[in-house]
């Protein structure tokens, strides 16, 4: 079934199972075969869920090339923004994918045309955000208008960076196209891909050659060379003061700070020593030079800070608390969440703030943020250097939350308690159980339920807050998934 997720001969044992040993593995496989699941399905499941970090997929080219469209029939779905003119790609920027039985991320750079900056410098600045976060690239080009010369500055690009590459050939709709595609071996990246996004024309050998070049997991190690510095994402909209953050913690002028949002154009990444550690921050300001690149800087940052968290342990989320709490804040922390990230929230200017603004912002967080109520919160002042102390201890809490490992027996003892004593509902003459469960991986935790029936969201829901309540798990998402025991007889 799953044929492409044989690890290879370097990753070790404990990779077929996610974090279970062997003999926690043996144990929990013959709990499975007594409640009547199929053990091939139940170490899939076990498999999925204790894969680590997805693999990240860039998805490259210049505007109006169909990125987009092959973005959706990449993940199965139409969440993209697609619209015959180029640009139009905003906000959302990572989609998870899956492919022959292998899950990665796609990253959708979109098409953003801006006069002001030049198109090959536009494409190269997305394409440079893009690349710096993946694993591997699919460079897409259009076979009817073949290679121009912003296609060849993202060639030169791409070379630059060493990451495997795939090139799309797109827009070939029949034979008659395969011609036009044969031209762009011109480009010396190896065999251009014949595809019709809109139609899924030569998508699946396309996505074969993907799986090919991409790796099993990321070359990421998460810090754990011994006394590796642990990334931190200093994330959030522009002009909450995020360089102004860096400044203070490295205790100098690292980064230039203005009043104008997005000053900060190039990453920063900055060995700092705090808390008797050294830390590797990674400053995502926003990334506009100009005000008049206002209108495609939403997009740029979201490109600009989905790379950073796909490389970081943690990302710090700084909220200007001197203001509403914005669509675009909740954006970025479900940016964080969904990346599976270890996550603190940082209040700044709170020394601006008098008695009835920190009132309604309470109510704010409450109402708004109340998903990752979770997470650690630190009240600061990056002018003023107001509560920096409580920075690294927030950000040690949520790594060990990420980290943090229930053995399976106690894990089913708890379990066992939680469904004697609140049971499924009923529904359609039927009580599903959760029968056992495992925690398959960590960074972040990730469970497997095995149930007699379906389990609905709400109940998920509970059963991840009292696993909050039990173990802690504080400033770290939690991923849980299900799996129904089938019917006897209905397998093939």
């Given at each position: ?425 009923v529904r359609g003459g039927k009580q599903p ?5 495992t925690q398959a991986g960590t960074k972040p ?48």
């Amino acid at each position: 079934m799953n044929d492409h997720s044989q690890p290879d001969g370097s990753a070790e044992h404990e990779h077929d199972h996610g974090a279970l040993g062997d003999a926690e593995f043996a144990e929990f496989m013959e709990l499975a075969a007594e409640e009547g699941f199929d053990l091939e399905d139940v170490e899939g499941a076990i498999e999925a869920a204790g894969h680590g970090p997805l693999p990240v997929l860039a998805v490259v080219g210049r505007p109006n090339v169909g990125k987009s469209t092959l973005v959706n029939r990449i993940i199965g779905r139409r969440e993209a923004v697609v619209e015959d003119k180029p640009g139009v790609t905003r906000d959302r920027v990572t989609y998870e994918a899956e492919w022959a039985g292998r899950r990665f991320k796609v990253v959708d750079t979109g098409g953003w045309e801006q006069d002001v900056l030049g198109i090959d410098a536009s494409v190269a600045a997305q394409a440079e955000y893009a690349i710096e976060a993946a694993d591997a690239v699919v460079f897409v080009v259009d076979a009817k208008v073949g290679a121009t010369d912003t296609d060849e500055a993202v060639v030169r690009l791409l070379r630059k960076a060493g990451k495997p590459v795939v090139l799309c050939a797109n827009k070939v709709d029949g034979p008659s196209g395969e011609a036009d595609a044969a031209y762009l071996w011109s480009l010396g990246l190896g065999e251009p891909y014949p595809v019709s996004a809109l139609h899924g024309r030569g998508t699946g050998d396309m996505l074969d050659q993907v799986l090919e070049v991409l790796p099993e997991a990321p070359a990421q190690t998460f810090g754990t060379a011994v006394g590796g510095p642990r990334r931190i994402a200093l994330i959030g909209r522009p002009n909450v003061g995020k360089s102004s953050l860096l400044n203070k913690v490295a205790g100098e002028e690292r980064v230039v700070v203005n009043e104008l949002a997005g000053t900060t154009r190039d990453p920063v990444d900055e060995m700092i020593e705090l808390g008797g550690r050294t830390w590797k921050f990674v400053d995502t300001a926003g990334i506009r030079k100009r005000v008049h690149l206002q209108q495609g800087a939403d997009y740029y940052a979201s490109l600009r800070t989905a790379a950073a968290v796909e490389k970081a342990e943690v990302a710090v989320v700084l909220i200007d608390a001197s203001e509403s709490i914005s669509v675009q804040d909740q954006r970025i922390v479900t940016m964080a969440v969904e990346a599976g990230r270890a996550l603190v929230l940082a209040y700044n200017k709170w020394d601006t703030l008098d008695e009835e603004r920190r009132y309604y912002l309470e109510r704010e967080i409450e109402t708004e943020l109340g998903q990752v109520a979770w997470a650690p919160r630190v009240n600061v002042s990056a002018r003023t250097g107001r509560h920096m102390e409580k920075l690294v201890p927030a950000i040690e809490t949520a790594l060990e939350g990420w980290e943090t490992r229930v053995p399976t027996g106690r894990l089913n003892a708890f379990l066992g308690e939680l469904v004697a004593a609140h049971p499924h509902p009923v529904r359609g003459g039927k009580q599903p159980r959760i029968l056992f469960g495992t925690q398959a991986g960590t960074k972040p935790p990730r469970f497997v339920l095995f149930a007699s029936g379906f389990i609905e969201a709400g109940y998920r829901r509970f059963i991840e807050r009292r696993l909050r309540e039990e173990f802690g798990f504080e400033g770290t998402p939690i991923h849980i998934s299900v799996r129904v025991r089938e019917k006897r007889g209905k397998k093939k």
